[in-house]
């Protein structure tokens, strides 16, 4: 592809601006200045700076956010910030999407991309794909309440008990529910069924792929092949 044409699909502005960028010295292509607009590379892995600012080329952008609480999981939030205020002009501009939502006080693992199959794959309700929550509860866990979380508790709007796929109980008042649906505030609804309120909700893990513990709340980094490998289901 064409390098004007690369800086589009990156989210770099439109591509008589990138070819612009291009003509005016302010683009590195694998760390040599590349002046010609119509250069052709591969995408994937080109290593660009672009005005000053390092940027891995890649036809689909794959990536996981430390969610921190008082973020909106949607593009024109209503009552707190935007999480894609976190994330850098040009991911905005190729209009990465989450992958699910999180509430505006729940934090941690949130993907992001602008593959659209991927989002359709990772919230299939028949791809069965499991997401970790540790909770934090408002009462002491009573053993009671676990088991009426993994055996099923009924939700107002849903005609049949919901079951989570796993429950532990890992402190007096925190627990690690494993679901597997996405329901509207499934854990804090279910919570509630079982006879507790949740007070802190963190999200730390989706299929196989934890949060990366080196990531503050508020930052994110690409997802990386073993991470990719990692929402796949096990063989
Ligand atoms: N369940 C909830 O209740 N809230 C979330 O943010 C995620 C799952």
Redesign the pocket.
Known sequence: MTLDRILQSQGFGTRRYCGDLVAAGLVEVNGELCEDPGARFEVDGLQLTVDGEAWLACTKAYLMLHKPAGYECSQRPRHHESVYNLLPVPLRQREVQAVGR??HD?TGLLLLTDDGQFIHAQTSPKRKVPKF?EVTTAEPVTEAQAEALRTGVKLDDEPAPIAAEGCEITGERSLRLTLIQGKY?????MVAAAGNH?SG?H?SAIGRLQLDPALAPGEWRWLTAEDLAALKPAD
């Open positions: 999180l509430d729940t929550y505030h499934q854990v804090k609804r949740v909700l999200r």
